[in-house]
């Protein structure tokens, strides 16, 4: 799968169960629960597809404190 893999840190503790829906199909998707934050880490296709991950997170009033593109393993 082409694209950029990202890690999104949201504030608070935010079970992986929470989320999948907005993970399903990102391929590799998971959340490690961190004491303040969570850090969901995925590949998304292009820019759009993170947008659009991004304004629902915003839509369930998850803050999200930080975004980083990180290397492809």
């Known amino acids: ?3 950029a893999r990202y890690e999104v840190h949201v504030a608070g503790l935010v079970s992986s ?3 999948a829906e907005e993970v399903e199909g990102l391929g590799e998707a998971e959340a ?3 004491e303040l934050c969570t850090v969901l880490s995925g590949t ?3 820019q759009a597809a993170l947008h659009g991950f991004l304004h629902r997170l ?3 009033r998850i803050q ?3 975004v980083r593109r990180t ?3």
Do not use: I, K, S, T
């Open 1 to 3: 799968m082409r694209g």
């Open 17 to 19: 169960e929470e989320l």
């Open 32 to 34: 490690v629960e961190h």
């Open 44 to 46: 998304f296709p292009d």
């Open 58 to 60: 915003w839509a369930r």
């Open 64 to 66: 999200v404190v930080h």
């Open 71 to 73: 290397p492809r393993r």
